[in-house]
């Protein structure tokens, strides 16, 4: 069974940083992509960043320049650094695998950005 387990998340000010972390199960290199995903209330979940087993990173328009995703291959670890946070930023933040036609997700965890 494969499990993602995010960690990182927490209150911040606007402007400010976090840093998510997303620590999988099994080697992250079995994973075709993996990515964050982030849910507000009232609103559907939406793609933030990606990676895939090659490197190749896609975010959303919304956080282009200001947010970056990367991976520790040693630590089975794939990592969202955040920063100059926006209120509109908040949600619950879900780390999501894909290996071939299966899809794995995290619990979640929530990011709070106070204006």
């Known amino acids: 069974q494969v499990q993602l387990v995010e960690s990182g998340g927490g209150l911040v000010q606007a402007g400010g940083s976090l840093r998510l972390s997303c620590a999988a199960s099994?080697?992250?290199?079995?994973?075709?992509?993996m990515g964050w995903y982030r849910q507000a209330p009232g609103n559907q979940r939406e793609l933030v960043a990606s990676?895939?087993?090659?490197?190749?990173?896609n975010y959303a328009d919304s956080v282009k320049g200001r947010f970056t995703i990367s991976r520790d291959n040693a630590k089975n670890t794939v990592y969202l650094q955040m920063n100059s946070l926006k209120p509109e930023d908040t949600a619950v933040y879900y780390c999501?695998?894909?290996?071939?036609?299966?899809?794995?997700w995290g619990q979640g965890t929530q990011v709070t950005v106070s204006s």
């Open positions: 990676i895939t087993s090659g490197g190749t990173t």
């Open positions: 099994r080697n992250i290199f079995s994973f075709n992509s």
């Open positions: 999501r695998g894909r290996i071939i036609l299966n899809v794995y």
